[in-house]
């Protein structure tokens, strides 16, 4: 094991740790700002992979690609704050589970029947392909590299949109009245659609982002949308510095532990079973982290009241 | 559950064979909805194809979805068995599904042909008179890509798959044939998405080679992000990552990946070049592996019907044996355990114009058995 | 007793789960008699998941995992007795079993266990994190079990032959309908009785207002632990039934869709209905096969279906037929 081994794995953490902030950053602020509870957020991720790669397809750009995701997740999600989720911020959590539940079924055989049943094709762009050479000697594909960094880019970002402009002050300010901030005069039901937007944006763009690297295909949200729920609770529901914190937590869990625990076992243990109960353990792996951070912190590092 | 039957015409048989002739029954319990059912498709289109050009009368063919869930199969299998009383059942993809449909619809005499799937309990301990495998025992595919490996002379392979058990199966299969030392063996996430970190492995493992069973989504993310990281060591598959369905999605990354498959398009067989120009003609695109196998599989069955009828169970059962139609593959028989015994060749992703697909390029190996007929009693 | 309108539509219920398999049995089509046993299992684990949720308020998205390890605890069983392979030699020779009413007692021990360890931890937290941590648990075991390949991992495990009943033929469909029917309705008894003892009632007024149960003396969280207990181990009950009706288990009974389809059962019925669960389980598999007949893309209009019971018909199937309802009773 090289140090330069390790250090490439700690950059894939990361860039996990990144996507995953993108997609928990909209699930944590829905929660924060309407108290909602959305499973259907897994969904706006695939509309942004199928968007981009449709668009990709047509034009050959990718940076209309990346443009096309961000507004297709944004109007759907849109579109679905204004027909159905605005009817469940007055429900209990149990109603939410169910409706969005439902949404999850409506948009994966819905996007099946337009795009048909085979996986989509979405490449990296030339300009972004092939390795760079890091300090340290440390060879990295340079599109992870670039994800990193705009995933880094827009975390700053959301950070100074929520603590320094008008839309970030009407954001905290529901986070901590409902009620108050309806009663100062603020149009709440186009904020709660604006945030819902957003959140739906941000999640379409790391669709379109990681579906260059993995594969566009239905149901393709759900894996990420059960790391983004892990990710929002070990961090605190509502609070996105927990959601950054959580997901670089959750991003590092997952990667070196799926790389260090077979090696681990095999101190042990034969090769081909420490390989096998080596994987079996790393799977479970942020479950039990999960687990352990609500134990001992019942909601979450930066968690107030749920 | 989707219900289609299809009766064909009566216009081309005589009279009088017709009136002999009994109704045939066949149930087709696939998946066409929700993640992998363009492998169901596939083989549905491909059987059917062959059902429609041999337009007998007296074949009735029900078809199901079975949306890759295990209990929706067998409750499919008990209905068409219990209330439908078919004869033969076909058309589960996955091992899993099979696992739990084959060994209750056997036993309750029907006969089972596996279009796909060939977990190994079912062609060893677990064995019966009634199931015939038209596709491949699971390890096959493996097996030959472990011979290529001697052949061309890899000596240091890196080796990974999903941790579950047809990903056991798949490196023990590669391991049973290959020679040469292993640098690396990993068993990756059931549905894992994100392969950096085994990359990164792969890099550091000093590895001459690449050997990876990722079926489906899986495998597309692995070679694109393969193609991103700088590695390239060869890399060699089993012919799943690289079908028809598939290849389109994986782009320019698959060009020039060898793969083994007992099929592929340019096999030199009239029936082989009726069947990829027909199927093309009907459907639009171009068949894949899968199509291949529903259309064997249908033809199997009609080459049995001429001998005998299926509710004369010994004299079908020895006629499905006996195996004598024009299969796609070229030649094809059974083994004593009801798997195919059959060539397994090494293709090549090439690009056709705009369409990614195969060629031939060598033969990994010739009239390969499966490793479990010795354990196989009936 | 008083006879209100959903007490008339419970018993209609279900008699007609009992009425309809019984014509089929007469008419020879046993595929609709095993449709309604999977409908009354599927009640069943309805049924435990109700007790947790409507009388308990615990929204649990991880009931699979009682469901499943009911299954496999069916599923291992009976896989040792049919190879002979002897489950574990100490302190005494067993070698699994076929017999249903110990494969059920393992099957409700081990899913009470696991409730009781769950529960125990995850009742710590409230709210979200709560839907989320049963969550987590359920996907440990979902993923403990796709790699557990001494019982077939990913690919399950499949019994050759039902399990058996003393005194009755297990393998034609209605005596097992029968069997799951029987269950089903003890089950039914058992949770109306507990919604109306001692118990039932602080664990409803826990619900509603945490702080005067304290005030007279009981703790929300024992009350809450045992209740998700009994809750677990019926859900666990019914995950035996289901891998027998199926004559397999695997990890697909573990999933988080499968807690969310349990959850869509007791919420299609009406949550805290008592007769919800059966209302809409027995309505989802009528789905199923109905808008799986019109088109391959039937889980949309079983989406849209839902999204519209969620909206607009509050109070479930049940609700809607029945009207509003009184109170707990």
């Known amino acids: 094991m090289t140090y330069i081994l390790v250090l490439e794995q700690i950059l894939n953490g990361?860039?996990?740790?990144?996507?995953?902030?993108?997609?928990?950053?909209?699930?944590?602020?829905?929660?924060?700002?309407?108290?909602?509870?959305?499973?259907?957020?897994?969904?706006?991720?695939?509309?942004?992979?199928?968007?981009?790669?449709?668009?990709?397809?047509?034009?050959g750009s990718f940076l209309l690609a990346l443009i096309a995701s961000l507004a297709a997740a944004a109007a759907a999600g849109a579109l679905m704050e204004l027909v159905v989720i605005r009817r469940l911020y007055q429900r209990d959590h149990l109603d939410q589970v169910l409706a969005t539940f439902a949404l999850i079924l409506i948009f994966s055989e819905g996007t099946r029947w337009l795009f048909g049943s085979f996986p989509l094709f979405l490449d990296v762009p030339s300009h972004l392909s092939g390795p760079v050479s890091l300090p340290g000697g440390i060879e990295y594909p340079l599109y992870r590299l670039t994800i990193i960094l705009i995933g880094l880019a827009i975390a700053a970002g959301l950070f100074l949109l929520i603590a320094r402009t008008r839309i970030g002050i009407q954001i905290r300010a529901g986070e901590a009245d409902r009620e108050m901030i309806a009663a100062l005069g603020v149009d709440i039901s186009k904020l709660y659609t604006l945030v819902f937007a957003l959140g739906a944006a941000l999640a379409g763009l790391a669709g379109a982002l990681v579906g260059a690297i993995q594969s566009v295909q239905v149901g393709m949200g759900e894996p990420v949308l059960i790391l983004a729920f892990v990710v929002i609770v070990i961090g605190g529901i509502g609070s996105i510095k927990g959601a950054l914190a959580g997901a670089l937590l959750v991003g590092m869990t997952d990667t070196l532990g799926g790389v260090f625990l077979p090696q681990l076992f095999a101190v042990f243990m034969d090769p081909a079973s420490a390989a096998s109960a080596g994987a079996s353990l790393a799977s479970m792996l942020i479950y039990i982290l999960m687990a352990a951070i609500l134990l001992v912190r019942p909601s979450g590092l930066y968690g107030g009241s749920a | 559950m989707k219900t289609i039957r299809m009766l064909a015409m009566a216009a081309a048989i005589p009279a009088l064979a017709a009136a002999a002739q009994a109704e045939t029954k066949i149930g087709m319990i696939t998946t066409l909805s929700g993640g992998g059912a363009g492998l169901g498709v596939d083989v549905r289109d491909g059987f059917m194809l062959a059902i429609e050009q041999d337009g007998r009368d007296g074949v009735e063919v029900v078809i199901e979805d079975d949306q890759r869930k295990p209990d929706a199969a067998v409750q499919i299998a008990d209905r068409m068995i219990q209330s439908e009383k078919v004869d033969i059942l076909t058309g589960i993809i996955w091992s899993n599904l099979a696992m739990a449909v084959v060994p209750a619809a056997t036993a309750q005499g029907?006969?089972?042909?596996?279009?796909?799937?060939?977990?190994?309990?079912?062609?060893?301990?677990?064995?019966?008179?009634?199931?015939?495998?038209?596709?491949?025992?699971?390890?096959?595919?493996?097996?030959?890509?472990?011979?290529?490996?001697?052949?061309?002379?890899?000596?240091?392979?890196?080796?990974?798959?999903?941790?579950?058990?047809?990903?056991?199966?798949?490196?023990?299969?590669?391991?049973?044939?290959?020679?040469?030392?292993?640098?690396?063996?990993?068993?990756?996430?059931?549905?894992?998405?994100?392969?950096?970190a085994e990359i990164a492995q792969i890099r550091a493992s000093g590895a001459d080679s690449v050997y990876f069973f990722l079926p489906g989504g899986?495998?597309?993310?692995?070679?694109?992000?393969?193609?991103?990281?700088?590695?390239?060591?060869?890399?060699?598959?089993?012919?799943?990552?690289?079908?028809?369905?598939?290849?389109?999605?994986?782009?320019?990354?698959?060009?020039?990946?060898?793969?083994?498959?007992?099929w592929n398009k340019d096999i030199d067989n009239a029936a082989n070049a009726a069947f990829v120009s027909a199927f093309q003609e009907k459907y639009g695109r171009l068949p894949s592996l899968y199509a291949s196998q529903g259309y064997d599989t249908a033809n199997l069955i009609l080459s049995a019907l001429d001998k005998a009828e299926a509710s004369d169970q010994d004299a079908f059962r020895a006629a499905l044996q006996a195996a004598e139609f024009d299969s796609v593959r070229g030649d094809f028989k059974f083994g004593s355990n009801h798997h195919p015994v059959q060539d397994i060749y090494v293709r090549e992703v090439i690009k056709e114009g705009d369409v990614f697909t195969n060629k031939i390029i060598a033969t990994g190996l010739s009239d390969h058995a499966d490793a479990y007929a010795g354990e196989c009693k009936m | 007793m008083m006879l209100t309108r959903e007490r008339l539509l419970n018993w209609a219920m279900i008699a007609a789960l009992l009425i309809v398999p019984l014509a089929a049995w007469s008419l020879d089509e046993p595929f609709i008699i095993t449709l309604a046993t999977k409908a009354a299992i599927l009640a069943l684990a309805g049924v435990g998941l109700n007790i947790a949720l409507g009388l308990g308020g615990m929204i649990s998205l991880g009931h699979a995992a009682f469901f499943g390890i009911g299954g496999y605890a069916m599923g291992i069983l009976a896989a040792h007795a049919q190879n002979y392979e002897p489950l574990f030699a100490w302190p005494f020779l067993f070698e699994g079993s076929n017999q249903m009413p110990l494969i059920w007692l393992v099957a409700v021990v081990f899913s009470a266990l696991a409730a009781l360890v769950i529960g125990a931890l995850s009742l710590r937290t409230s709210g979200v994190y709560f839907i989320m941590i049963t969550l987590a648990f359920g996907q440990m075991l979902y993923y403990f079990a796709i790699s557990w390949s001494a019982y077939g991992g990913e690919d399950g495990l499949s019994i050759w032959v039902r399990n058996e009943f003393p005194g009755l033929n297990t393998l034609d469909p209605i005596q097992f309908f029968a069997i799951a029917y029987v269950i089903l309705c003890l089950a039914l008894v058992f949770a109306a009785r507990l919604a109306r003892s001692p118990f039932g009632l602080a664990l409803a007024a826990a619900r509603q207002n945490e702080d005067r149960v304290e005030a007279v003396g009981l703790t929300p969280f024992t009350l809450r632990l045992i209740a998700f207990v009994i809750s677990g181990a019926i859900t666990g009950l019914a995950g035996a039934l289901f891998a027998d009706l199926n004559r397999f288990v695997s990890p697909t009974m573990l999933s988080w869709h499968t807690s969310g389809e349990i959850m869509i059962f007791v919420i299609l019925g009406g949550v805290g209905r008592l007769y919800g669960p059966v209302a809409g389980a027995a309505l989802y598999i009528m789905l199923e096969h109905l808008l799986g007949g019109i088109s391959d893309y039937w889980q949309i209009f079983l989406g849209l279906l839902l999204l519209l019971i969620v909206l607009f018909a509050r109070g479930g199937l049940i609700g809607a037929l029945a009207g509003r309802e009184k109170a707990h009773g």
């Open chain 2, 110 to 196: 029907v006969f089972y042909l596996s279009p796909n799937a060939g977990p190994s309990a079912l062609a060893g301990k677990r064995c019966h008179p009634n199931y015939f495998n038209v596709a491949w025992q699971n390890d096959n595919l493996h097996e030959a890509a472990g011979a290529y490996a001697n052949e061309a002379g890899l000596k240091n392979s890196f080796i990974l798959a999903p941790n579950y058990p047809a990903g056991k199966d798949a490196l023990t299969g590669y391991k049973r044939m290959y020679g040469g030392e292993l640098a690396g063996e990993i068993y990756t996430k059931l549905g894992q998405t994100d392969y950096a």
């Open chain 1, 14 to 59: 990361l860039q996990l740790g990144v996507m995953l902030f993108l997609m928990a950053a909209g699930l944590t602020l829905v929660f924060g700002v309407m108290g909602l509870i959305n499973l259907a957020h897994g969904s706006l991720y695939m509309v942004g992979a199928f968007a981009a790669a449709a668009v990709a397809g047509w034009t």
């Open chain 2, 218 to 262: 899986m495998g597309i993310s692995f070679l694109k992000q393969y193609a991103g990281s700088g590695v390239d060591l060869p890399v060699v598959g089993p012919a799943f990552s690289f079908d028809q369905g598939i290849l389109q999605a994986v782009g320019e990354a698959a060009l020039g990946v060898k793969n083994t498959s007992q």
